[in-house]
């Protein structure tokens, strides 16, 4: 047995995700679960339940966080990290309130959060600490004295995140037909959001053109792109685009989108184009339909060969480098003194959300952040 390995003053993890549909009968209320108040059009809605009922109403989300899941808890238990892992979702079960409900009553008094998202933004970051604080107040208003929740920093940069992805992307290069994969260009893609929200995303420094949403993709395209280069010895040419884009016409959202992208690249007499999912943790929907079906479907017109790259899911690189953030967080909370682990230019992220970070419309209580109301 390993010597045993200290997470005080933390008690236990909290997996937060996304959740998805687990039926045909999930579809509809999963989507009123995603949308309550915030105007996405109902033609958009229409479609993506489309995408749900294409695959028997199923999202692949739940299964790859029961899968990651069981890295982690597989990862901790061969280290000697005693800490138990929880899991609680934002649209669909195990609802979060639920699973803080059930971790207040199994004694929990300090919880660190690992979000499914690696990168800055509100989608990505704020939302999920203003569904802390909303389950927070829940559990308060039932007369429950729930845990205090931490939240693990942004890993985009961290090694565990970004070697699964090279590998990936050396797959899906070594997959295509030999004669057109010297020149392929890789598509780094991740889900477009409203300018306005990558504009003011991360601290209040990183905002301006794209701010820490746009600066953090381009950041791990360019470590994947150097790496592949190094291992490959070829210099294939990328650019970061866009998917699953939503919201009303008028208002504008990162661009260009993967699909455009495509053809653009095809006029161009580019032979092939590997596409790499940086902005995702797992293959979920945005990745099987966006991509697997609709940019897959493009392609195929347009005559293009295309490959697409594997997301990180439960790579047990993955579930090692949550280890160390916790082990890293957690020395840091106990005051001693730690080196942050990260690759590329901009430096391991900020481990408490300074007040302005990614700020919503409306403003919210979120927690988990200088500007928590429950520190
Ligand atoms: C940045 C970002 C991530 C990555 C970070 C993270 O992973 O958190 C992400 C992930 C996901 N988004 C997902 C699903 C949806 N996102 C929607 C809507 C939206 N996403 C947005 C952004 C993001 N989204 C935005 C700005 C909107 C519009 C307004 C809003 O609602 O904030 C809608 C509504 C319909 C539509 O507009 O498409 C759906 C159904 C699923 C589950 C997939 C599955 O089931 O496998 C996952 C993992
Ligand atoms: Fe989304």
């Given at each position: 047995?390993?010597?045993?390995?200290?997470?005080?003053?933390?008690?236990a993890?909290?997996?937060?995700?996304?959740?998805?549909?687990?039926?045909p009968?999930?579809?509809?209320?999963?989507?009123?679960?995603?949308?309550?108040?915030?105007?996405?059009?109902?033609?958009?809605l229409?479609?993506?339940?489309?995408?749900?009922?294409?695959?028997?109403?199923?999202?692949?989300?739940?299964?790859?966080?029961?899968?990651?899941?069981?890295?982690?808890?597989?990862?901790?238990?061969?280290?000697?990290?005693?800490?138990?892992?929880?899991?609680?979702?934002?649209n669909?079960?195990?609802?979060?309130t639920?699973?803080?409900?059930?971790?207040?009553?199994a004694?929990?008094?300090?919880?660190?959060?690992?979000?499914?998202?690696?990168?800055?933004?509100?989608?990505?970051?704020?939302?999920?600490?203003?569904?802390?604080?909303?389950?927070?107040?829940?559990?308060?208003?039932?007369?429950?004295?729930?845990?205090?929740v931490?939240?693990?920093?942004?890993?985009?940069?961290?090694?565990?995140?970004?070697?699964?992805?090279?590998?990936?992307?050396?797959?899906?290069?070594?997959?295509?037909?030999?004669?057109?994969?010297?020149?392929?260009?890789?598509?780094?893609?991740?889900?477009?959001?409203?300018?306005?929200?990558?504009?003011?995303?991360?601290?209040?420094?990183?905002?301006?053109?794209?701010?820490?949403?746009?600066?953090?993709h381009?950041?791990?395209?360019?470590?994947?792109?150097?790496?592949?280069?190094?291992?490959?010895?070829?210099?294939?040419?990328?650019?970061?685009?866009?998917q699953?884009?939503?919201?009303?016409?008028?208002?504008?959202?990162?661009?260009?989108?993967?699909?455009?992208?495509?053809?653009?690249?095809?006029?161009?007499?580019?032979?092939?184009?590997?596409?790499?999912?940086?902005?995702?943790?797992?293959?979920?929907?945005?990745?099987?339909?966006?991509?697997?079906?609709?940019?897959?479907?493009k392609?195929?017109?347009?005559?293009?060969?295309?490959?697409?790259?594997?997301?990180?899911?439960?790579?047990?690189?993955?579930?090692?480098?949550?280890?160390?953030?916790?082990?890293?967080?957690?020395?840091?909370?106990?005051?001693?003194?730690?080196?942050?682990?990260?690759?590329?230019?901009?430096?391991?992220?900020?481990?408490?959300?300074?007040?302005?970070?990614?700020?919503?419309?409306?403003?919210?209580?979120?927690?988990?952040?200088?500007?928590?109301?429950?520190?």
């Amino acid at each position: 047995m390993p010597d045993a390995l200290d997470a005080t003053p933390y008690d236990a993890l909290l997996l937060l995700s996304f959740g998805g549909p687990e039926g045909p009968d999930d579809v509809v209320p999963f989507l009123e679960n995603v949308t309550r108040g915030r105007g996405i059009p109902k033609e958009r809605l229409k479609e993506v339940g489309q995408h749900y009922f294409l695959f028997g109403g199923v999202s692949p989300i739940n299964d790859q966080n029961r899968a990651l899941l069981q890295a982690l808890r597989e990862d901790f238990a061969e280290h000697g990290l005693n800490l138990p892992v929880y899991w609680g979702n934002r649209n669909w079960a195990p609802y979060l309130t639920d699973t803080l409900r059930e971790m207040t009553a199994a004694g929990h008094r300090r919880v660190l959060v690992l979000a499914t998202s690696a990168y800055a933004s509100y989608s990505g970051c704020r939302q999920y600490r203003e569904n802390l604080a909303d389950a927070l107040a829940t559990l308060r208003a039932e007369g429950l004295e729930p845990p205090a929740v931490d939240k693990l920093r942004h890993y985009f940069n961290h090694p565990g995140f970004v070697e699964p992805m090279i590998d990936g992307v050396l797959r899906a290069l070594a997959d295509l037909p030999e004669d057109v994969r010297t020149g392929a260009h890789i598509a780094f893609t991740t889900h477009s959001i409203p300018t306005a929200a990558a504009d003011t995303s991360g601290p209040v420094e990183s905002h301006g053109d794209g701010g820490a949403y746009v600066a953090q993709h381009l950041d791990v395209a360019r470590l994947i792109a150097d790496a592949v280069r190094e291992r490959t010895g070829v210099d294939h040419p990328w650019q970061l685009v866009y998917q699953s884009r939503s919201g009303a016409p008028h208002i504008p959202w990162l661009e260009p989108d993967i699909c455009d992208h495509l053809e653009e690249r095809h006029a161009a007499g580019v032979p092939a184009v590997v596409m790499a999912p940086i902005g995702f943790v797992s293959d979920h929907m945005e990745v099987l339909y966006d991509l697997d079906t609709e940019a897959k479907a493009k392609a195929e017109e347009l005559g293009l060969p295309v490959r697409r790259s594997a997301t990180v899911g439960a790579d047990p690189r993955f579930a090692a480098a949550v280890r160390e953030l916790i082990l890293e967080r957690a020395a840091a909370e106990r005051g001693r003194e730690v080196t942050p682990c990260a690759l590329g230019a901009l430096g391991p992220s900020h481990n408490v959300c300074p007040v302005g970070c990614c700020p919503a419309r409306a403003p919210r209580p979120a927690a988990a952040g200088a500007d928590s109301p429950f520190a």
